[in-house]
């Protein structure tokens, strides 16, 4: 009964995430449909909760800083990195990290590559994320240069080791001049239906966990009442 109990609230658990999931999706659903925000708003409202999702629309302008490489990034198949650049949007306010793209790693690692960045002031719409961080490596590791090369996307420290106040929350522009590096989007990581069919394969071993056991006890009891008989 104790395994049986396990592998049914296994099943409840993917079930409650799966809930979850749908409600995460049902918010990204919104923030899409709302109006693009303004700098300032989004700093508002990271006060008060999740960003990703929502739209943003700024004029932004390069800083002196390095280009970032997040390290150990697959898109399609290829191993590689997301790169970033620093970008100023208001005088007095956090600067942006945007995200410039996808790019591949190449079989040697010592050789990091070369970015294009930009290099004037553009203006960039598209929609806002913030990585969930890793209890288990969240840690940015530097590799200090230029590019820099990083191990995971904690903002905080990043802003310590550039020098630099960073806003809470990265763009992926849908577009950037003479930029053509892939984009890739995941804000959820696991979707409601992966989870669900989890909770499928859970409720499926119990079952038949209940049937095995089930005959085993007929079997055994049969082999009782035999035994008694002779």
């Given amino acids: 009964m104790l395994v049986f109990t396990i592998l049914v609230k296994l099943g409840l658990w993917q079930l409650d995430r799966a809930a979850e999931k749908q409600a995460l999706q049902q918010a990204l659903t919104?923030?899409?449909a709302a109006a693009p925000l303004d700098y300032q708003s989004l700093l508002v409202l990271a006060k008060r909760?999740?960003?990703t999702g929502y739209?943003?629309?700024v004029q932004a302008t390069?800083?002196?800083a390095p280009i970032i490489l997040l390290d150990n990034q697959v898109y399609e198949g290829h191993v590689g990195y997301l790169a970033y650049q620093v970008m100023r949007v208001e005088a007095d306010a956090p600067l942006l990290m945007v995200e410039l793209g996808f790019v591949d790693s190449g079989l040697d690692r010592q050789k990091l590559p070369q970015i294009t960045r930009m290099t004037q002031t553009v203006t960039?719409?598209?929609r806002v994320y913030q990585r969930a961080s890793n209890p288990l490596s969240q840690h940015l590791l530097p590799e200090v240069g230029d590019p820099?090369?990083?191990?995971?996307l904690n903002l905080t420290e990043l802003s310590q080791q550039l020098g630099m106040p960073l806003a809470p929350a990265i763009l992926q522009p849908e577009a950037i001049p003479g930029g053509a590096l892939p984009h890739p989007w995941l804000p959820i990581p696991m979707s409601a239906q992966k989870h669900q069919?989890?909770?499928l394969q859970w409720f499926s071993m119990a079952t038949v966990f209940l049937m095995l056991m089930t005959y085993l006890l007929i079997f055994k009891r049969k082999?009782?009442?035999?035994?008694?008989?002779?």
């Fill in 49 to 51: 909760g999740s960003l």
């Fill in 148 to 152: 820099m090369r990083i191990q995971n």
């Fill in 55 to 57: 739209r943003l629309e």
């Fill in 30 to 32: 919104l923030k899409q």
């Fill in 197 to 199: 069919g989890y909770a």
């Fill in 223 to 230: 082999n009782k009442e035999s035994s008694e008989n002779k």
């Fill in 124 to 126: 960039l719409s598209g």
């Fill in 62 to 64: 390069p800083v002196d």
